[in-house]
């Protein structure tokens, strides 16, 4: 079975910087897609950012410019860095994986943005 394991959540003042990492582990076809969602209380959870196997990014409006996704094939693993953080982007992170149209995910880990 395949397990997505996040960490490096936590509080941060804003204007503040915080990496996350997922590690992936199982058995699961090396073509795929890696990334990061989030839900906010009251929200939808939406995307964050996405990475394929060729290095393919995607990123959310709301993040452009202030988080980069990056992805260590070999390891399985997927991070996401997060500058200039801002209270509204508190929230639970969820670590995504996608193979073959099969959805996998992580428990979360919060981020917690304030003062």
């Known amino acids: 079975q395949v397990q997505l394991v996040e960490s490096g959540g936590g509080l941060v003042q804003p204007g503040g910087s915080l990496r996350l990492s997922c590690a992936a582990s199982?058995?699961?076809?090396?073509?795929?897609?890696m990334g990061w969602y989030r839900q906010a209380p009251g929200k939808e959870r939406e995307l964050v950012a996405t990475?394929?196997?060729?290095?393919?990014?995607d990123y959310a409006d709301s993040v452009k410019g202030r988080f980069t996704i990056s992805r260590d094939n070999a390891k399985n693993t997927v991070n996401i860095q997060m500058n200039s953080l801002k209270p509204e982007d508190t929230a639970v992170y969820y670590c995504?994986?996608?193979?073959?149209?099969?959805?996998?995910w992580g428990k979360g880990t919060l981020v917690t943005v304030s003062s």
């Open positions: 199982g058995s699961f076809f090396r073509i795929n897609t």
């Open positions: 995504y994986l996608r193979v073959w149209a099969m959805d996998y």
């Open positions: 990475i394929t196997s060729g290095a393919i990014t």
